[in-house]
């Protein structure tokens, strides 16, 4: 399993990001992906997730905080993952990371940064 990230970098309060996050080795076929992030001197914390379910069967699950705010989607045909960050602020700095997970198993992506200043 490998996930590449991309779409990190420098915002402004206010601004949008999108990151997204392209699995190989049948990712989407088997694994719940997610999205943590982690800033300086802070542990590891889910952001959010998407289960392998389609259609009706999906389910997504916010932490606070993204919740009412981020939105998380899925490609199947392209086995992309990508969360969609509108108004961020200062306190969304952090590196995130692309995360699938099955059973207790769990793969991770490199990790872009996201930098929310003036």
């Known amino acids: 399993v490998q996930l590449v990230e991309s779409g990190g970098g420098l915002v402004q309060p206010g601004g949008s990001l999108r990151l997204s996050c392209a699995g190989s080795?049948?990712?989407?076929?088997?694994?719940?992906l997610a999205w943590y992030r982690q800033s300086p001197g802070s542990q590891r914390e889910l952001v959010a997730e998407i289960n392998t379910g389609v259609g009706s069967r999906q389910v997504k699950s916010y932490a606070e905080s993204g919740k009412g705010r981020f939105t998380i989607s899925r490609e199947e045909s392209n086995e992309i993952v990508s969360l969609q960050m509108p108004d961020l602020n200062p306190e969304d700095s952090a590196v995130y990371y692309c995360?699938?997970?099955?059973?207790?198993?769990?793969?991770w992506g490199q990790g872009p940064q996201v930098t929310v200043a003036s």
């Open positions: 995360n699938a997970n099955v059973r207790g198993i769990h793969y």
């Open positions: 080795g049948r990712v989407f076929d088997y694994y719940n």
